[in-house]
């Protein structure tokens, strides 16, 4: 540990404590907990805050340097609840909440709506899959393509990445779109596609999979065709 610490980046160490604050109190640190935490100054907190935002590991408020999201955890309440043990989170989305599961590896319990029609929806994953799914019909829509997910990833995460009921409720919603530009997914087929980008985390040096990864990854998946592409 004390190795590791040695060779990361003051980046490295603040987004972790960014991580760890998140799950211990399901809310990110602010500013000044930082600025003690690591013995900087307010402008350098911003700045390394700055630094995560661009490198897409948080997301910060609009025009502050309050933490919106430090994916997949969400700073205000969503329609995305997640419960592991005795603790209770907020997910930015559909996908970042089954990605809790392979995140901590631990069991996660899913809560939310049909975005079409407000019915509850409850999934239980453990073990790597996906144990309980109702109403079972349930999927994790992506109603944009993957190039877009990053034009910007708070409205992206906010409006067009839910859970229908099933496939009639998706087809009935205003959110529906061409079969090419967006994608259904199964609850156990979310948490395989997770892996990669969540399962390591809470390591030090974490670091996003790169385009060529995530298409090697999306095509082992049988995740091909022209919504998959980057
Ligand atoms: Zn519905």
Known sequence: MTDAAD????????????FDTFL?????PVVEEVMTAFGLSRDETIGVFRELDAARHIALVKGTA???MAFPFAAIATPFRVTIGDREYFANCAWDAVAFHAM????VRV???CHHCAEPIAIELSAGHAVRVEPAGTIVYLALRPTEWWENITTTCANTMVFFASTEHRDA???CAPPE???????D?????SQPIYGSKFDLDYQRPGRDALLAHFAALGLTGPYWTL
């Open 66 to 68: 309050r933490i919106l």
């Open 189 to 193: 087929l979310t948490h395989a596609l």
């Open 173 to 175: 919603s205003d959110l």
């Open 7 to 18: 060779t990361t980046t003051l980046a490295q160490r603040v987004r972790r404590f960014i």
């Open 104 to 107: 901590l590896g631990q069991d």
């Open 111 to 113: 809560d939310s709506f």
């Open 24 to 28: 211990e109190r399901s809310a990110p």
């Open 181 to 187: 530009q967006a994608a259904s997914l199964t609850p």
